[in-house]
């Protein structure tokens, strides 16, 4: 099946700093790709819509100059959280549909980020 | 923004019980589908039921639909220890193209 993958898998970075997370689709294109969050023993929330070649869209609630989103090509959207602070830390996951699969209901999923600000 | 809603939230059995999880929505939907997440780990996709199934089966795992209550319930049958972990259900709904979540049960099967 389709594989998505993520990197890094887990980052340590200090309050203040920039930190970049890349989301791949490995064998298939991904016009759309999808960034959640999660917070221990918590559910995903969907936080926005990355569309290749055209803005993200947030959800509500989701601040855009927060969380960078760009996806400049049809396989790596890139989630980049500026500004970190220790509440930001979470579990990052992306995950994309294969459109050009026979099922396009199937969304694969990322391995995640683990994102520790201190 | 949550749209599903899953009880229990936490669930403790024996190994070998069966183990029942459900999950409300709240808007129309194109298909469900139940996820599971170790502790810590990325998300396993279970099973996928579309809005005009009422039941599909994999392995141990039964999941009915009932779009009329706007509900689902999946069941693991016969647990195990290794069943141990968060299951989720997410529905896509017929407005657009995003997957959103429900709140989760944490299921743990005691050996």
């Known amino acids: 099946g389709a594989v998505v993958s993520q990197h890094p898998s887990r980052v340590i970075c200090k309050s203040g700093t920039s930190v970049k997370i890349e989301c791949r689709s490995l064998d298939f294109q991904a016009t759309t790709m999808f960034w959640y969050r999660q917070f221990p023993k918590k559910s995903l929330m969907l936080m926005a819509t990355s569309n290749e070649g055209s803005k993200a869209t947030y959800e509500q609630g989701v601040e855009k100059d927060k969380f960078l989103i760009n996806h400049a090509s049809l396989t790596l959207s890139t989630l980049t959280v500026t500004s970190a602070h220790p509440e930001d830390s979470s579990f990052y996951i992306c995950s994309a549909r294969d459109w050009g699969a026979p099922d396009t209901d199937t969304q694969y999923f990322g391995p995640g980020t683990r994102l520790t600000v201190l | 923004s949550q749209q599903g809603e899953e009880d229990p939230q936490a669930l403790s059995i024996q190994e070998g019980e069966n183990a029942t999880m459900n999950c409300s929505y709240k808007t129309s939907i194109n298909n469900l589908q139940w996820y599971r997440q170790n502790s810590g780990r990325g998300l396993v996709h279970l099973i996928l039921?579309?809005?005009?199934?009422r039941e599909k089966h994999s392995g141990r795992l039964r999941v009915t639909l009932d779009t009329s209550k706007k509900s689902s319930s999946l069941l693991i049958t016969a647990s195990r220890a290794a069943d141990t972990a968060s299951y989720f259900c997410?529905?896509?709904?017929?407005?657009?193209?995003?997957?959103?979540f429900g709140a989760g049960t944490r299921l743990f099967v005691k050996a």
């Open positions: 997410a529905t896509y709904d017929t407005g657009g193209f995003k997957t959103i």
């Open positions: 039921i579309r809005s005009n199934e």
